[in-house]
């Protein structure tokens, strides 16, 4: 399978490189999905510069939020069949910047039938961080006005 794999650190698009790898199998509580959209997140961008908290070992695929289709489940996995359409985060080294990546079955969620592929991807971190940081941090309430300077990152 084609991923975007990670063999030493630096800006992404100097050390993302796509590359041909063996397609990961789901192990104990684990999914093996097929990636429908993958979100690019800021914790992707650190772990290709090798300063996020999480280090997984080199080389590796980054992408920790997706939207997938379920190919296989793991040992010991129930509630989940092939073709199922899911979104949650991924299990490193298997990221979601590949054709395949693996997740904890734990974590998955049925994607919600109204968002397409894209915009289901970044549900599960992504706008959770976003809602959070907007309603329980800033307060934000009917009537007030909210400013976006930048929507990236």
Known sequence: MKAWQLSRYGEPQEV???AE???PSPGSGQLLVRVLA???NFPDALMCLGTYQVRPPLPFCPGVEL???VVAAGPDVTGFAAGDRVIGGTVLP???FAEYALMDAAGA???PPVLDDAEAAPFYITYQT???GLHRR???ASGETLLVHAAAG
Do not use: D, I, K, S
Request: glycine share 12%; proline share 8%; charged share 10%.
């Open 16 to 18: 993302l490189e796509l």
């Open 21 to 23: 790898v063996p397609q």
């Open 38 to 40: 993958a979100a690019a």
């Open 67 to 69: 939207c997938g289709e």
């Open 94 to 96: 298997h990221g979601a």
């Open 109 to 111: 969620l049925p994607a």
């Open 130 to 132: 976003g809602w959070f």
């Open 138 to 140: 800033a307060r934000l």
